[in-house]
């Protein structure tokens, strides 16, 4: 990754959300397939870019989320950007075996609304249960 200008400087052209959070859209560097959204504080941004690895808030837990502490499905950064309004950040990660969601799936995005009603369009590669066991 590119260095970087003065700490302070970049994290203070962050807007976050009156909760002090900002919305983070995982992207898989070689597809561009987005395969999750979730949200970071100045403490996760900071953490992701001084790592390398996605680190995320946990709103239902209220701390900070390694992804793949648990499961191994690390995202390794290999871009950060922000968007035209400075309160989106998208995530370019190679993502470490394949599957992003909780569900066992490539991507969180996993359902098509066709006709009125939602389908599921990807398979699941590996049961939570094996995951999460």
């Known amino acids: 990754m590119p260095?970087?200008?003065?700490?302070?400087?970049w994290v203070a052209e962050l807007r976050f959300d009156a909760?002090?959070?900002i919305p983070a859209i995982?992207?898989?560097?070689?597809?561009?397939?987005?395969?999750?959204?979730?949200?970071?504080?100045?403490?996760?941004?900071?953490a992701t870019v001084?790592?390398?690895h996605a680190v995320y808030w946990s709103r239902s837990r209220q701390k900070l989320w390694h992804k793949g502490e648990e499961s191994?499905?690390?995202?390794?950064?290999?871009?950060?950007?922000l968007d035209c309004d400075s309160d989106?950040?998208?995530?370019?990660?190679?993502?470490?075996g394949g599957i992003a969601c909780h569900t066992g799936r490539a991507s969180c995005f996993f359902r098509v609304l066709v006709d009125g009603e939602w389908q599921t369009t990807e398979p699941?590669?590996?049961?939570?249960?094996?995951?999460?066991?």
């Open 3 to 9: 260095s970087n200008p003065p700490l302070a400087a």
């Open 19 to 21: 909760q002090g959070l």
């Open 26 to 46: 995982a992207q898989d560097h070689n597809n561009n397939q987005i395969l999750m959204v979730a949200w970071m504080n100045a403490e996760a941004v900071l």
């Open 50 to 52: 001084a790592t390398g």
């Open 72 to 81: 191994g499905h690390q995202q390794i950064i290999k871009e950060v950007r």
């Open 88 to 96: 989106v950040l998208i995530l370019r990660v190679e993502q470490v």
């Open 124 to 133: 699941v590669l590996k049961s939570p249960a094996e995951i999460y066991s």
